[in-house]
């Protein structure tokens, strides 16, 4: 079956960077956008961005512009977001989502469990 | 940037309809996503593209979209409904992808 299976948790001190990785299995990795959305602690659901692992192209929210890189390895199909100069209010659940379909305005049908971010000096 | 707005919070009884709604401007243009989530999980697709359901969710879940308004409606509402609930849209203008602040729904 589809699965998208996360790193492990983190603890950064501010200013360091973070990078979650997304090991996908039982679909086609190169067909489907895989977005990233995070959860602080107590709060709603933001979208951070989307990476196409056919191209490598991106679309970063402008909240994390300058700041999130979202790469691709299609030979092991896993996703990377990378999060640079923590602070505290990055702390948050981190997940990644594949569509439910090929385009990418298509519903987030499959979610990984969910990486957990601790930003605290 | 477009926003999606939800009621911070809905309570219904058992066995009661639950309506939740996502106002954004002529969200009947775009297509609306509506995810459940529990504490602790992530969060689960229960209706995509306005009204349509994924394999393994009850039909008590529907949803419609027309105007500035979308509506996730649970029917015959049980205690494990409990959650909360956001919608979802892709603004098609800047390519982001955009959450409604979320609706706790609580069965009474």
């Known amino acids: 079956q589809v699965q998208l299976v996360q790193s492990g948790a983190e603890v950064k001190k501010p200013g360091a960077s973070v990078k979650v990785s997304c090991k996908t299995s039982g679909y086609s990795f190169r067909n489907y956008y895989i977005h990233w959305v995070r959860q602080a602690p107590g709060q709603g659901l933001e979208w951070m961005g989307w990476v196409n692992p056919t191209s490598g192209g991106t679309m970063i929210g402008e909240k994390f512009q300058g700041r999130v890189t979202m790469t691709t390895v299609t030979s092991v199909s896993t996703a990377y977001m990378e999060l640079t100069g923590l602070k505290s209010d990055d702390t948050a659940v981190y997940y990644c989502?594949?569509?439910?379909?090929?385009?990418?305005?298509?519903?987030?049908?499959?979610w990984g469990q969910g990486t957990v971010v601790t930003v605290s000096s | 940037s477009y926003v999606l707005t939800q009621p911070p919070s809905v309570s219904v009884a058992p066995g009661q309809t639950a309506r939740i709604t996502c106002g954004g401007t002529k969200i009947g243009s775009k297509s609306v996503h509506w995810y459940r989530q529990k504490p602790g999980q992530a969060p689960v697709l229960v209706v995509h593209d306005d009204r349509d359901r994924p394999s393994g969710i009850p039909e008590r879940f529907s949803g419609s979209n027309s105007g500035n308004t979308a509506t996730l409606t649970i029917s015959r509402v049980e205690a494990g409904d409990e959650a909360d609930f956001y919608c979802q849209v892709w603004d098609s203008r800047s390519e982001f992808v955009v959450f409604g602040g979320g609706t706790k729904l609580t069965v009474l």
């Open positions: 989502a594949k569509g439910l379909e090929v385009t990418v305005g298509s519903g987030f049908g499959i």
